[in-house]
């Protein structure tokens, strides 16, 4: 049974920062791209990062570069998501997802399992 359990979702204050998590297991981790996405009420579900089996290549949204790190440590089949300078428009449902793609390939349907989101919430 795989499964990907997010956390560290929250409220937070425009420019604040939180970190998220993402806890694998029933899988190689350290076999599969790994990519976080997110969705914002009335909008499409985006890739905002993702990060290759060895962490050596990395995605990033335009709207988060330079804010957003994404990061992984096999030992632990975690990957996590930094997120400073947190806006408004960050609010979304964030989604963790495990691929078999190459990290710079965001389509949705080159990742197999999901995880069931974690709300963040950035205030003015």
């Known amino acids: 049974q795989v499964q990907l359990v997010e956390s560290g979702g929250g409220l937070v204050q425009a420019g604040g920062s939180l970190r998220l998590s993402c806890a694998a297991s029933g899988l190689t981790f350290n076999e599969r791209t790994m990519g976080w996405f997110r969705q914002a009420p009335g909008k499409k579900r985006e890739c905002v990062a993702a990060?290759?089996?060895?962490?050596?290549?990395?995605y990033y949204a335009d709207s988060v570069k330079g804010r957003f790190t994404i990061s992984r440590d096999n030992a632990k089949s975690t990957v996590y998501l930094q997120m400073n300078s947190l806006k408004p428009e960050d609010t979304a449902v964030y989604y963790c997802?495990?691929?078999?793609?190459?990290?710079?390939?965001?389509?949705?349907?080159?990742?197999?399992?999901w995880g069931q989101g974690t709300q963040v919430t950035v205030s003015s």
């Open positions: 990060i290759s089996w060895s962490g050596i290549y990395k």
């Open positions: 997802a495990a691929g078999l793609g190459a990290a710079y390939d965001t389509a949705e349907a080159k990742y197999d399992y």
